[in-house]
T-cell receptor, first 113, second 113 residues
Framework: SQQGEEDPQALSIQEGENATMNCSYKTSINNLQWYRQNSGRGLVHLILIRSNEREKHSGRLRVTLDTSKKSSSLLITASRAADTASYFCATHNSGGSNYKLTFGKGTLLTVNP | DSGVTQTPKHLITATGQRVTLRCSPR?????VYWYQQSLDQGLQFLIQ???????AKGNILERFSAQQFPDLHSELNLSSLELGDSALYFC????????????FGAGTRLSVL
């Protein structure tokens, strides 16, 4: 069953603009991860944020986590055409079924040159 | 390059047939995960193995089975194939279980005609 739900399902922006994607989840988590998938390729890990962290940065990526609202956001600043991809959040639940990550359905980001 | 190798990259077969997909995890990773990705269902978790033992099961059909061998490579067997089984099948690996970062292979694209 899906845990994370990304919003929006699709996002189209111009190069240089910032892109924000959101992920909501239902149960308590140990960590939340964001992955990127270029069309037809394997997923690539971007960033991991633990449940006791509120914000994390990696290059042009900024991830926030609000455990009280059970939500996370991924911000990509100064977007480039190469950022065009699907972005997935994945949660590691703290309760049962904690042997694996649970992936959302993804946000399709299109960055127009 | 994630270090996870999947073969074959493409597979075209007919309904009713049986195929085997192969995955070699990253060196040192003990966990292997299998996912199915189709346009209408998104990324679906199928099954996970850790050091040769099954650890978690997702939406895996009874027609599908998997195993992880002593050298840690894994195989996913799909039998009595149906048109709806056409999808991208990904293998991922991680050091441990649970919330570890997963490294994805490039996938096997299965077309059932």
């Amino acid at each position: 069953s899906q845990q994370g739900e990304e919003d929006p399902q699709a996002l189209s922006i111009q190069e240089g603009e910032n892109a924000t994607m959101n992920c909501s989840y239902k149960t308590s988590i140990n960590n939340l991860q964001w992955y990127r998938q270029n069309s037809g390729r394997g997923l690539v890990h971007l960033i991991l944020i633990r449940s006791n962290e509120r914000e994390k940065h990696s290059g042009r990526l900024r991830v926030t986590l609000d455990t009280s609202k059970k939500s996370s956001s991924l911000l990509i600043t100064a977007s480039r055409a190469a950022d065009t991809a699907s972005y997935f959040c994945a949660t590691h639940n703290s309760g049962g079924s904690n042997y694996k990550l649970t992936f959302g359905k993804g946000t399709l980001l299109t960055v127009n040159p | 390059d994630s270090g996870v190798t999947q073969t074959p990259k493409h597979l075209i077969t007919a309904t009713g047939q049986r195929v085997t997909l192969r995955c070699s995890p990253r060196s040192g990773d003990l966990s292997v995960y299998w996912y199915q990705q189709s346009l209408d269902q998104g990324l679906q978790f199928l099954i996970q193995y850790y050091n040769g033992e099954e650890r978690a099961k997702g939406n895996i059909l009874e027609r599908f089975s998997a195993q992880q061998f002593p050298d840690l490579h894994s195989e996913l067997n799909l039998s009595s194939l149906e048109l709806g089984d056409s999808a991208l099948y990904f293998c991922a690996s991680s050091v441990g279980t649970g919330g570890n970062i997963q490294y994805f292979g490039a996938g096997t694209r299965l077309s059932v005609l």
